[in-house]
């Protein structure tokens, strides 16, 4: 069974400070790479997307793969108390035949930014 | 609307009743998930949608569980005999042409007695 493994935490960290949240995934088929981030009683939603080997920066976030490994990261440098929350890692299948994968979720790793 | 849109947003029922859950999704996104999340827990995948395409019905829990799409667009998920067990947020997600890049509603809360 295809598998996406994540730190539950918590995560704890000083504002200020750089947050990293780490997870790694079964599926060596797996070409596509995401970060949700989800809010205390509010759904998902996307921050970050990656695909290739390497590092992607946005703004604070930076995403971080590495397929041999089979293993994505995220960090969040000058971490704000906003950014309190739990992150979901997903992993969309590899797409075998034609048919499109399917995208699963780890459990998520909650962070809490400590003023 | 501009986002993805979920009914009921909560829904209390007793046990061995039916629900029905709809998802609007957002218009021109051709990919419709749903996927449940019960307290305190990570993301289950029970269906998935896309297009004109057989739907990827491997994560439903039981044959109590199904799930339609009419015309593409709107969808509804049902689940039969309800049981406590059932209890959880069921999340509606839909996405255009990257696989993977979803945009969620805010979810339906049920809770069976």
């Known amino acids: 069974q295809k598998e996406v493994e994540q730190n539950s935490g918590p995560l704890s960290v000083p504002e200020g400070a750089i947050a990293s949240l780490n997870c790694t995934y079964s599926d060596r088929g797996s070409q596509s790479f995401f970060w949700y981030r989800q809010y205390s009683g509010k759904s998902p939603e996307l921050i970050m997307s990656?695909?290739?080997?390497g590092d992607k920066e946005d703004g604070r976030f930076t995403a971080q793969l590495n397929k041999a490994s089979q293993y994505v990261s995220l960090l969040i440098r000058d971490s704000q108390p906003s950014d309190s929350a739990t992150y979901l890692c997903?992993?969309?299948?590899?797409?075998?035949?034609?048919?499109?994968?399917?995208?699963?979720f780890g459990k998520g790793t909650k962070l809490s930014v400590k003023p | 609307g501009a986002g993805v849109s979920q009914s009921p947003s909560n829904k209390v029922t007793e046990k061995g009743k039916d629900v029905e859950l709809r998802c609007d999704p957002i218009s021109g996104h051709t990919a419709l998930y749903w996927y449940r999340q019960s307290l305190g827990q990570g993301l289950e995948f029970l269906i998935y949608?896309?297009?004109?395409?057989?739907?990827?019905k491997s994560g439903l829990p039981s044959d109590r569980f199904s799930a339609e799409r009419t015309g593409g667009s709107v969808s509804t998920l049902t689940i039969q005999r309800t049981q406590q067990e059932d209890s959880a947020v069921y999340l509606c997600?839909?996405?255009?042409?990257?696989?993977?890049?979803?945009?969620f509603g805010e979810g339906s809360r049920l809770t069976v007695l």
């Open positions: 949608f896309q297009g004109n395409s057989a739907p990827d």
């Open positions: 990656i695909y290739s080997n």
């Open positions: 997600a839909s996405s255009v042409r990257l696989a993977g890049e979803l945009f």
């Open positions: 997903a992993v969309l299948e590899g797409i075998y035949g034609g048919s499109q994968g399917n995208l699963i």
